[in-house]
């Protein structure tokens, strides 16, 4: 076919650019989008006068979760900046990747889960379901309707926006030496004592200061509280969760706001994307 006889196309559902046949005379047509994922209508008038239709079309396409479940979003390369549409089967709740087709950029993106997926047993083969509180805004408990598992719901603008599986209260170690908390490494490396007393630790906040803060936008302002307690020569660390509205690991098992465990050296405590190391003071 003569290049001149071609009339290029953009897909507004995809974002492909084509080439078709041009018509022999004016009036509305459609062709299907060549993309095998996509194959959406096409509509466009010839002959196009000015700025292209699909052009101006394109700038209005929706990005994001999409009703049919696919995900659609724009290459960040910006050589390229194409809309890429993610097909529904390929597209999972939470963290997601993908690879431009035109310029093969990798991408990352987040998809909310649905409330009725954050409302299952996360108890594999168990099936059941959490009543969901209702209530305003808060964290509260609930159990599976089955097997009676316990579970925290976190609730913002009457959406549940997370539910975590509570864990059970660990046992007090029988014996502890005097620890401390260490984060980061070299230059950004932090140490800090735990003494006897209370101990708040999370992100540096003007307004909820903590006695050990992180610069981490991920964690909540104080998180977490240790206390250390003695008696007869016995030291314990006990850390319960205050304030989580992105996850609290302990030993990489997820804890959720009220869960309690006793610390050891060796442990590692995880706020936001700041990794914390449990060790032993030195003299």
Excluded at 96 to 122: G, M, R, Y
Excluded at 258 to 272: A, S
């Amino acid at each position: 076919m003569d290049e001149v006889n071609k009339l290029s196309l953009r897909c507004p559902t995809c974002g492909k650019d084509f080439k078709c046949k041009s018509p022999n005379a004016p009036g509305d047509y459609s062709v299907a989008c060549p993309n095998q994922e996509c194959k959406a209508k096409v509509s466009f008038r010839f002959p196009i006068e000015g700025k292209s239709q699909q052009t101006k079309k394109n700038t209005e396409v929706r990005l994001g979760l999409l009703d049919d479940g696919s995900y659609r979003f724009l290459c960040k390369n910006d050589t390229c900046q194409k809309s890429v549409l993610v097909p529904a089967k390929m597209v999972k709740s939470g963290h997601n990747k993908a690879i431009c087709p035109n310029c093969k950029t990798p991408h990352e993106f987040d998809v909310e889960p649905k409330e009725s997926d954050l409302l299952k047993c996360q108890i594999a083969g168990c099936g059941g379901l959490l009543l969901k509180p209702d209530r305003g805004d808060g964290i509260y408990s609930s159990v599976c309707d089955k097997c009676k598992q316990e579970y925290s719901i976190i609730i913002q603008g009457d959406k549940v926006v997370k539910v975590a599986m509570k864990t059970s209260v660990s046992v007090a170690p029988k014996r502890q030496t005097p620890m401390k908390l260490v984060s980061g490494t070299f230059i950004s490396k932090k140490e800090y004592s735990l003494t006897k007393g209370s101990h708040y630790i999370g992100r540096q906040d003007e307004q909820k200061v903590s006695d050990f803060s992180i610069r981490d936008k991920y964690a909540s302002s104080r998180s977490v509280r240790i206390d250390v307690n003695e008696n007869g020569g016995r030291i314990v660390y006990r850390m319960t969760v205050e304030r989580a509205m992105n996850p609290v690991y302990h030993n990489n098992s997820e804890l959720t706001v009220g869960d309690i465990v006793y610390l050891t050296y060796g442990d590692t405590i995880k706020l936001g994307k700041t990794l914390i190391k449990v060790q032993k003071a030195t003299s």
